[in-house]
């Protein structure tokens, strides 16, 4: 039985992870259209996962849901401290977005759903006055959605991405709650 939805979009719920989601969490970590697009080239086991889970997805340390649709986890979103800190990013309420859906439900407006819902919670529940999300620029549909949903693109740190035998620039956005409109 799933855990208890934290969030509701028009399409998809956020939950926080469980640990009967560790099959599905083990298998987005492991498809190259996940990982390759994260910049995450190491594979997953089963004890690298259950590590992730401890460590990563089940502290106090930022805001990790599950996408689900229909109670089924189908991405993972979060906000968490900022290339700067946990420290920098408290007194300038800040943290950066990220995200990943299962490709078999890319295309149908879940990651949109799903990071806009986030977004929704980091500006009115906690109160933060800037979100921002790291993409390479390779990443087409990842800057599609940041730009679909008011973000800005602040910068770039050139070449600093490697994907698929080229380097790339990692490009940073950035969204403040004066800029969020959150009638999507």
């Known amino acids: 039985m799933p855990g208890p939805v934290f969030l509701s979009g028009d399409e998809v719920t956020l939950r926080p992870p469980e640990?009967?989601?560790?099959?599905?969490i083990h298998e987005w970590m492991n498809d190259p259209r996940v990982w390759r697009p994260a910049l995450d080239s190491?594979?997953?086991?089963?004890?690298?996962?259950?590590?992730?889970f401890k460590n990563v997805l089940t502290t106090e340390d930022g805001v990790q849901l599950l996408a689900c649709v229909d109670e089924d986890p189908i991405g993972h979103v979060s906000l968490t401290g900022t290339q700067y800190g946990p420290t920098?990013?408290?007194?300038a309420r800040g943290r950066e977005l990220a995200y990943h859906l299962d490709p078999e439900f890319h295309g149908r407006?879940?990651?949109t759903?799903?990071?806009?819902?986030?977004?929704?919670?980091?500006?009115?529940?906690?109160?933060?006055r800037r979100v921002e999300a790291n993409v390479g620029a390779f990443n087409d549909a990842s800057i599609?959605?940041?730009e679909s949903l008011g973000f800005e693109r602040e910068g770039?740190?050139?070449e600093a991405a490697y994907y698929r035998g080229d380097y790339y620039d990692m490009?940073?956005?950035?969204?403040?709650r004066e800029e969020w409109d959150g009638s999507d």
Do not use: V
Request: proline residues 2%; hydrophobic residues 40%.
């Open 88 to 91: 920098a990013t408290d007194r």
């Open 156 to 158: 770039a740190r050139r």
């Open 42 to 52: 190491k594979p997953m086991n089963a004890e690298l996962g259950e590590e992730f």
């Open 19 to 24: 640990r009967e989601d560790l099959d599905a």
């Open 144 to 146: 599609a959605l940041l």
């Open 113 to 128: 759903d799903a990071t806009s819902t986030l977004l929704q919670y980091a500006f009115e529940d906690l109160n933060l």
């Open 109 to 111: 407006g879940y990651g």
């Open 171 to 176: 490009l940073t956005y950035g969204l403040l």
